[in-house]
């Protein structure tokens, strides 16, 4: 038997590929790509400010569906289209990690082959706390 434990939640996932969107190990949570879908339309907005909140949506929503919280992230890395993104994306992290001494690491690169309309794409990587 495995010990590793896909992680999905309703309205969001990769398509048709079978991809689960988080996987978990023990205490050790890894998400797969974080786009900025719409939980409630299923489509991704053109509005950078609107990818940027559905993403972090996402994410938080993926994070506690492995049973850890947004305190358990340790790190997060964005690609993004365009730099202007990353205004969107500091706003966002600003209200997910308000407390300046307890943010998780980040990483940010561009990246100009992103699907359609995707402005912003994530990962997280978090250790559950016991």
């Known amino acids: 038997m495995s010990k590793r434990k896909a992680i999905n939640v309703e309205g969001f996932s990769h398509g048709q590929t079978p991809i689960p969107a988080a996987s978990r190990v023990g205490n050790i949570v890894m998400t797969g790509g974080i786009n900025g879908t719409d939980k409630a339309t299923g489509k991704i907005s053109e509005d ?19 049973g850890a919280t947004t305190d358990d992230i340790v790190k997060m890395t964005f690609w993004i289209k365009q730099p202007a993104a990353r ?4 706003k966002e992290w600003i209200a997910m990690f308000p407390d300046a001494a307890s943010r998780p690491a980040r ?18 990587f978090a250790v559950i706390q016991d």
């Open 48 to 66: 950078l400010a609107e990818q940027a909140k559905h993403v972090f949506a996402n994410a938080k929503r993926i994070i506690e569906a492995a």
């Open 87 to 90: 205004d969107a994306i500091n």
């Open 107 to 124: 990483h940010t690169l561009q990246n100009d082959h992103m699907a359609a309309a995707v402005q912003i794409q994530c990962d997280a």
